[in-house]
Nanobody, 115 residues
Framework: QVQLVESGGGLVQPGGSLRLSCAAS????????MGWYRQAPGKQRELVAA???????NYADSVKGRFTISRDNAKNTVYLQMNSLKPEDTAVYYC?????????WGQGTKVTVSS
């Protein structure tokens, strides 16, 4: 089993920044991908950004140039630096880890962008 614990969400004004963290523990293999998804009220969960074990990244078009995903393999932790936040970024953000065909989710951290 793998456990994922997210942190860093909160309330921020438009144009502000937040940094989300997700620490993985448990039965973690050497090769795994991690990512961030989000779900706004009344909408489906969507991919925000993902990063492979080798460091290749993928972003949703809506966050390109504003968000940056990174990982610290020594700490089994993935980060999401979110800059120039917009009200439409408001959502619950979920951490995801995929390995050996299995997928794990964190409990989610809420991000609210509002003045």
């Amino acid at each position: 089993q793998v456990q994922l614990v997210e942190s860093g969400g909160g309330l921020v004004q438009p144009g502000g920044s937040l940094r989300l963290s997700c620490a993985a523990s448990g039965s973690i293999k050497r090769l795994y991908a991690m990512g961030w998804y989000r779900q706004a009220p009344g909408k489906q969960r969507e991919l925000v950004a993902a990063i492979t074990s080798g460091g290749s990244t993928n972003y949703a078009d809506s966050v390109k140039g504003r968000f940056t995903i990174s990982r610290d393999n020594a700490k089994n932790t993935v980060y999401l630096q979110m800059n120039s936040l917009k009200p439409e970024d408001t959502a619950v953000y979920y951490c995801n880890l995929g390995q050996m065909g299995d997928t794990y989710w964190g409990q989610g951290t809420k991000v609210t962008v509002s003045s």
